[in-house]
């Protein structure tokens, strides 16, 4: 009881501040806070720091589920959540050459509490991103990134190759792999326009500044030091 008391304690700290995708699997455990990712090694784009690999699972070619461990996130019951695709192994490492292929649009997650906390996530029929074009046998990469309220984001990824979405290689998807728990809400993301860009910086105001920056050579130092009190002044003023 006790051997299980602590396992729990030891699990629990080990998936602090992070994110686990639990289906259809991920590249490999990137809970490691270490030497060489003194910040812990999750923050890293854009799969927390693991290269692409070669153990891919199979997934449905007309998209299918993704299932995910959100929480865990000390100090931040809110966070935004992103999940895109990288097609083929033509980038680094093997990988696809870009992750800027979103599949669902962005939406929040509402945690309990501001401590770390368990549950999982699951979208069960995550579409391929519009316009993709893939066939059953292409590989690619499904990247969850976890904004968290101060702007850096969690990454980790899946490698998959696609197979026919009835193929019998496909895990089971069902409620004991695919759930939401009822401690996390969801929200939606919305931007808003507070002030629309109204054209081209014509100010008289920038014009300053392109004289400055376009005709430097032309400017003797004669010249620069009748503007440097100027400079000097606004400086002080802005000071
Ligand atoms: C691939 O292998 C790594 C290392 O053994 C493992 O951690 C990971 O879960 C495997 N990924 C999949 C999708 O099976
Ligand atoms: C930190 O962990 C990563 C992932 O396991 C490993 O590749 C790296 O060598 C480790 N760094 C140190 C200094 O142990
Ligand atoms: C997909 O990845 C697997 C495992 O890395 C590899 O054996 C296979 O050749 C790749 N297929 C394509 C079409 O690149
Ligand atoms: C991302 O990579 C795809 C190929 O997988 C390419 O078609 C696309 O232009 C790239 N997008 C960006 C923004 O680089
Ligand atoms: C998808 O393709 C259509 C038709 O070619 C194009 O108008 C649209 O901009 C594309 N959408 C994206 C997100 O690439
Ligand atoms: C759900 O699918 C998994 C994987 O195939 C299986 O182990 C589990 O027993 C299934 N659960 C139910 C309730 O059918
Ligand atoms: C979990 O909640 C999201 C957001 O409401 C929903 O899209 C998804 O279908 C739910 N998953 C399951 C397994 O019901
Ligand atoms: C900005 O300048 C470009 C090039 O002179 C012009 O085509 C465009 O219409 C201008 N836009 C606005 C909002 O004035």
Redesign the pocket.
């Known amino acids: 009881m006790l051997d299980m008391f602590l396992l729990v304690i030891i699990s629990a700290a080990l998936v602090s501040a992070h994110t686990v995708l639990t289906y259809p699997g991920w590249r490999g455990d990137n809970l490691i806070t270490n030497e060489t990712f003194p910040y812990g090694m999750q923050w890293m784009y854009p799969c927390g720091g693991m290269k692409t690999t070669?153990n891919?699972t199979f997934w449905p070619v007309s998209g299918g589920a993704v299932a995910f461990q959100p929480g865990w996130f000390q100090g931040h019951a809110t966070a935004q959540i992103f999940i895109n695709l990288g097609f083929?192994?033509d980038g680094p490492n093997g990988g696809p050459p870009n992750m800027s292929n979103p599949m669902v649009p962005q939406f929040g997650i509402i945690g309990p509490s501001k401590n770390p906390y368990a549950g999982t996530i699951c979208l069960p029929q995550v579409p391929l991103p519009v316009n993709a074009s893939v066939k059953v046998?292409?590989?690619a990469t499904i990247q969850v990134v976890e904004l968290a309220v101060h702007g850096a984001a969690l990454y980790s990824c899946v490698d998959i190759?696609f197979v026919e979405d009835n193929d019998p290689r496909l895990g089971n998807v069902n409620e004991t792999n695919c759930f939401n728990s009822s401690d996390i809400g969801f929200s939606d993301v919305y931007t808003i326009t507070t002030k629309a860009a109204t054209g081209n910086v014509t100010s008289s105001g920038t014009t300053a500044s392109f004289i400055f920056l376009k005709k430097p050579s032309t400017l003797s130092w004669m010249n620069l030091t009748g503007w440097l009190p100027v400079i000097v002044c606004s400086l002080w003023i802005i000071l």
């Open positions: 070669t891919r083929g192994t046998g292409d590989n190759t």
